[in-house]
């Protein structure tokens, strides 16, 4: 029975006892019974009225005792400074982490699209097996969008690399061609101006970013007319700043960087046929209310199914593509849903070892005071009172902890916001609302919950007569008390062992990714691109001329030892002459254009054959080793033929040459065909490479000032060393790493905290043992002996269980790790080794001070 139950009844039977008494008198008095009921009613008053106004009384006596708790809670932490600080701290780690990578997930996956209706919001794509890559043509949008009756508003769009002119001032543009439905479908209002519409030509918008940065925030930018890739565009708007533009990452074709720039997508009726060359578009469409996505699916694949009938020369390209339609935040999200949610389990992890460490410390506090308690229970507080004692105890601690914590949280934020801004999708959005606060509440109660019920939990178990026949400062708790701290700190062992192993199989994954030919030297390269833009670089022979004048005029900088151009000029199939692989299989290949110097800048080694020329005739091509492998296998592929669609011909194969990673550290090297520069067809971005023999970042600003005088309208942009751009190709692992690393470190400072916590209080428990042990004739090394070996029973238990708990948990992080099992033998000895090392060092101490202890003081001590 509960105590508001027992009082319940308690105050009907006290109302019930001095109402019959009163009858009673009035009956002695000569009443008759009725008379003498009515009477004493009448007396007593309303008895709904009294048990109201005692009801009353209770709530006030009840806040009254609360206040009383928490300012015994307050001054109990005052006096013991020492505790309070390390306790605060302990939960200000754990629960600020928890915030942080919290606040990650619901930026990322929780918070809704900022944009109406959310929900409705739908990708749509088509997935090409072959290429490996989403996208949609122009064709279909169009019939997407005039044949399907599901979508209230449909978008089409591109975000390019561009080149603004403004005056006699150049530079790189991130731009974004898109239909004027777009407004529609993102609620979008302009801050100043007005936005295109679908009867707009050659007009731009600006984002408020740009706005600010390159015009200074001067309204008068409105009406300017700009260059845009040679086009003329008019300034007509300018959008909000918190106007925010959220495309899926992994794009082919995307933009470096963030938009800068709206301007119409127009799909006119040229673009909107079947031909051989198919504009590339990503689309977006907003569902009718009511309408569910199965059924839009449904209606796509009706459309698409009829598209592919009516158009049998499509038939190649409809047979290799998947239809997707899925929410645009799933879409969004991609694959850092399963690494957030590894992150967040994995801090949980942190938090359960600080709530453990914590546990301990208020149960050894709570051991110490057990006669105290102990008499509080003899004089008449109940076990209810005492509970409340502990619940309000250690929730006034976690309350603290937990405004600790939502301070280490924004610190956090702030710096992983820092650290790996398109680490994670959405990133920018990080910050503490209400969500978030929520959240800090919620664990900090929980915690407070637990710190409360666990020293509670440890005074029942003894009887009140022991319990007062126990000296409070040398009270042990007896073997439960000591079998309960020796398995929360094997179990916070074991949690640090299995997150130790996961950040040890992500860095064995680093050291993977990283791994490379000595000639390759990416420190030591600088990059840069360029993109041609404007009428006089749409032919072929503008596009080469332009090439050679970037070569020949960096050769003339004495710090460049060597220097390419390069431009990967896309996949696709490796048809050979004569053919070896059937109609429609031929393996595909990466494509790269490139000058004759390009595999000794990126130091890739000659295999086989010969280098090619910048004048090769008739064409000649190099191919890798990864080409090579795939292929011709065993087979030597030098003098064999490869079609590279260059009018009728065939290219031969003059040269193999060693493989080395140019785009993504977290792929192997792809099958590639280096192809002479001058025989490709006309594109108009190169990449441009720089080898010097010290480090690049001093002459990269003279190399763009060289690359910027051969033509000031087409400026160089993305200038980094081609170390930082392969960095940058992994920056979500590096993001997961550091992340999962500094929870590993915490884990481990914690769970060696708590080792050496408990050894240390077992040994001042045992001080008078220790003493009777060493008057009997125990040397010192017996008594370190003893103790280490009940540390490091402790540890190697703990081990044991987190080893055999890694092995199923790490299996969740397959996906995480580059080149690596997740069961890597290596990596589970080499930290189990580890963490039994320094568990033994956090052993040792206690122990050692254990063996300093006087016989003669300590068989007086109590």
């Not at 690399?161 to 991130?174: F, I, M, P």
């Not at 309960?484 to 916070?492: I, Q």
């Not at 030892?561 to 031929?586: C, E, H, I, K």
Request: proline share 6%; hydrophobic share 50%.
């Amino acid at each position: 029975m509960s105590l508001r139950r027992r009082m319940e009844n308690d105050l009907d039977h006290d109302i019930r006892e001095h109402i019959e008494m009163e009858i009673r008198d009035n009956i002695e008095r000569g009443m008759s019974p009725d008379e003498a009921r009515r009477a004493a009613l009448h007396k007593f008053g309303n008895v709904l009225r009294v048990s109201e106004e005692t009801r009353a009384v209770w709530r006030w006596m009840w806040a009254e005792r609360l206040l009383q708790d928490i300012r015994y809670a307050v001054r109990g932490l005052r006096r013991n400074p020492v505790f309070a600080a390390v306790a605060i701290l302990t939960l200000a780690l754990g629960i600020g982490m928890n915030t942080a990578v919290f606040s990650v997930v619901s930026a990322v996956l929780i918070k809704p699209l900022p944009y109406p209706d959310p929900g409705r919001l739908v990708w749509l794509a088509n997935y090409n097996r072959r290429f490996h890559f989403e996208a949609s043509t122009s064709p279909d949008f169009f019939d997407w969008r005039a044949q399907s009756r599901s979508f209230e508003e449909m978008t089409g769009y591109t975000t390019i690399d561009s080149t603004v002119q403004d005056g006699a001032e150049s530079s790189k543009l991130g731009l974004v061609q898109i239909t004027a439905a777009f407004w529609r479908i993102a609620g979008a209002r302009p801050a100043l101006g007005r936005l295109f519409s679908d009867d707009d030509r050659d007009v731009i918008v600006l984002t408020w970013r740009m706005f600010e940065q390159r015009y200074r925030a001067d309204r008068r930018v409105l009406g300017r007319v700009l260059q845009i890739d040679g086009r003329p565009a008019t300034v007509i708007g300018i959008l909000p700043k918190d106007f925010r533009f959220l495309p899926p990452p992994g794009l082919p074709g995307a933009m470096s960087g963030e938009p800068e720039a709206f301007m119409p997508n127009i799909i006119g009726p040229e673009l909107q046929t079947r031909a051989a060359n198919l504009p590339i578009l990503f689309v977006v469409g907003k569902l009718k209310p009511g309408v569910s996505i199965e059924q839009a699916r449904a209606e796509i694949q009706t459309i698409q199914a009829r598209v592919a009938r009516d158009n049998p020369a499509m038939k190649g390209f409809y047979s290799v593509a998947e239809l997707r339609v899925v929410p645009l935040k799933e879409k969004l999200v991609g694959e850092s849903r399963r690494a957030l949610l590894i992150l967040l389990a994995a801090v949980v992890f942190v938090l359960l070892i600080a709530c453990a460490n914590l546990g301990n410390l208020l149960l050894a506090r709570a051991m110490g005071r057990q006669r105290e308690l102990a008499i509080r229970v003899a004089i008449g507080a109940g076990r209810h009172r005492l509970l409340r004692h502990f619940l309000v105890e250690g929730l006034t601690i976690a309350v603290l902890g937990g405004v600790a914590g939502l301070t280490v949280a924004r610190a956090a934020d702030d710096i992983l916001t820092r650290v790996g801004p398109s680490a994670v999708p959405r990133l920018a959005e990080l910050g503490i609302d209400w969500r978030v606060a929520l959240f800090a509440l919620g664990v900090s109660t929980l915690a407070g919950l637990v710190f409360g019920l666990v020293p509670f939990l440890a005074f029942c178990t003894g009887s009140l007569s022991s319990l007062l026949k126990t000296g409070g400062h040398g009270s042990s708790g007896g073997p439960t008390g000591w079998r309960l701290r020796r398995f929360v700190v094997g179990g916070e062992l074991a949690v640090a062992l299995v997150l130790l192993i996961g950040a040890g199989l992500m860095v064995k994954s680093f050291v993977r990714m990283y791994a490379h030919p000595a000639s390759f030297q990416p420190e030591r390269i600088g990059t840069m691109r360029v993109f041609l833009s404007g009428p006089a670089y749409r032919g072929h022979a503008a596009a080469v001329a332009y090439a050679q004048r970037v070569l020949a005029r960096l050769a003339t900088i004495p710090a460049v030892q060597v220097a390419a151009l390069t431009n990967g000029s896309g996949s696709g199939g490796a048809d050979l002459d004569p053919p070896r692989f059937p109609p429609g299989q031929a393996p595909q290949v990466f494509f790269r254009a490139a000058s004759a110097a390009y595999p000794r800048v990126v130091g890739s080694p000659l295999v086989e054959g010969r280098w090619t020329t910048d004048d090769e005739q008739p064409p000649a091509v190099m191919v890798n080793q990864a080409f090579a492998r795939l292929v011709f296998g065993s087979e030597s592929p030098v003098g064999q033929k490869i079609h590279i669609h260059i009018g009728d011909e065939s290219a031969k194969i003059v040269g193999v040459v060693g493989d080395v990673k140019m785009s993504r550290l977290d792929a192997a090297p792809a099958p590639e065909v280096l192809i002479p520069f001058k025989d490709t067809r006309a594109f108009r971005t190169w990449d441009i490479l720089a080898k010097t023999s010290a480090s690049p970042a001093a002459i990269l600003p003279e190399v763009r000032r060289a690359v910027q005088q051969i033509d000031p309208t087409q400026p160089p942009y993305a200038i980094m060393t081609l170390q930082a751009a392969l960095d940058e190709s992994i920056v979500p692992r590096r993001f997961n790493l550091l992340l999962l690393g500094a929870f590993a470190a915490s884990a481990v400072a914690l769970a060696l905290v708590g080792i050496y916590g408990v050894m240390s209080y077992a040994v001042t428990q045992r001080t008078h043992e220790i003493g009777v042990r060493m008057a009997l004739g125990a040397g010192r090394g017996e008594i370190v002996g003893m103790v280490v070996r009940q540390g490091m029973f402790v540890a190697l238990t703990g081990i044991a269980a987190g080893a055999a708990a890694a092995l199923v948990l790490t299996r969740l992080m397959a996906t995480l790790l580059f080149d690596v099992k997740p069961n890597d033998p290596l990596t589970y000895v080499t930290v189990a080794v580890t963490l039994a090392a320094t568990a033994l060092a956090a052993s040792w101490v206690p122990a050692f001070k254990a063996a300093r202890v006087d016989p003669l003081r300590a068989l007086r001590y109590e």
